[in-house]
C-alpha cells in the first residue's frame, strides 16, 4: 500500500508516495543510478556484491509523484561470516529534488519493512553525516571486510534486532546467491 509521505511535525504536507518499485519502474530507476553515481559505480566493492544477483524485491520502494519517479532504494542480500545480512543501496533522489526528505522517508520505510520481514542487520558504505539520521553507525575498522578496497570510515552498519543493539556480525562481505550465473565472476559467494 502506498506510504503517504509525513513531515517531521507529523503533518502529511506532500505530494509524493512511497510505494514498492514495480517491473515498469526499472528503466527509470536504473537511469535515475546513472545520473546520480556515474559510470564509475560499476568499479565500487559494493557492486562486486551485486553482480549477477537480484536486488530484494520485497525491499525495493520508489518515491512517485503520479508517474514521476522521484527516488529510488534497494538492498542486496549479503552474507557476514555466517550470517545474513541486506547491502543498503543505491538509494538516490532526483537532483532537483533532494533536500525535501525523500531520501530519509526512503530509508525509514524500508529499514521498516526489513525488520519486520526478520533481516537482523543493514550494512553500506556510506556518508555516515547522512546514515546516522537513521540509526547507522560506524563499524570498528576491519569488524566486516568488502571485496575489495573500501574507505573504513565510511563502512556503517545497524541492527534491526532491537532500538539501538550493537551489531554484533563480523567477517568477510559475501553475496548470498547467484541469481545470474553468467554475469556472476568475481567474488566469492556464501556457503
Ligand atoms: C544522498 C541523497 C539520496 C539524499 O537524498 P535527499 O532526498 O536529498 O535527502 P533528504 O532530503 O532526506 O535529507 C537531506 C539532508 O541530508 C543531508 N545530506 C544529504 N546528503 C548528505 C551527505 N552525503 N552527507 C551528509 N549529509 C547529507 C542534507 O544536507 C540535508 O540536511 P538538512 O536536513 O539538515 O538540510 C541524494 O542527495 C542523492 O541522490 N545523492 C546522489 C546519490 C548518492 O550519493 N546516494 C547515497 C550514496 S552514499
Redesign the pocket.
Known amino acids: 500500500m502506498p506510504v503517504a509521505a509525513v513531515s517531521e511535525s507529523g503533518m502529511s504536507d506532500q505530494n509524493w508516495q512511497i510505494r514498492p518499485e514495480r517491473a515498469e519502474d526499472a528503466p527509470l530507476v536504473e537511469l535515475l543510478n546513472a545520473v546520480?553515481?556515474g559510470p564509475g559505480r560499476y568499479a565500487k566493492s559494493a557492486y562486486r556484491l551485486r553482480d549477477g544477483v537480484d536486488p530484494v524485491a520485497s525491499l525495493s520502494f520508489v518515491a512517485v509523484d503520479g508517474a514521476n519517479l522521484l527516488?529510488s532504494i534497494r538492498f542486496w542480500p549479503v552474507v557476514i561470516g555466517m550470517e545474513p545480512s541486506l547491502l543498503l543501496?543505491?538509494?538516490?533522489?532526483q537532483p532537483d529534488?533532494?533536500?525535501?526528505?525523500?531520501?530519509?522517508?526512503l530509508m525509514k520505510h524500508a529499514i521498516g519493512e526489513a525488520r519486520a520481514l526478520g533481516y537482523p542487520s543493514i550494512v553500506?558504505?556510506?556518508?555516515e553525516?547522512?546514515y546516522v539520521?537513521v540509526g547507522f553507525a560506524r563499524l570498528a575498522p576491519g569488524r566486516i571486510k568488502f571485496p575489495g578496497p573500501v574507505d573504513p570510515a565510511r563502512v556503517l552498519g545497524l541492527s534491526l534486532a532491537q532500538p539501538n543493539a550493537m551489531l554484533t556480525i563480523k567477517g568477510e562481505v559475501r553475496r548470498a546467491r547467484i541469481d545470474h550465473p553468467v554475469a556472476a565472476d568475481g567474488a566469492a559467494v556464501a556457503g
Do not use: E, H, K
Request: charged residues 15%; aromatic residues 8%; without cysteine.
Open positions: 546520480s553515481f527516488g543501496g543505491p538509494l538516490a533522489v529534488l533532494r533536500g525535501r526528505g525523500i531520501g530519509i522517508a553500506l558504505v556510506g556518508d553525516p547522512y539520521r
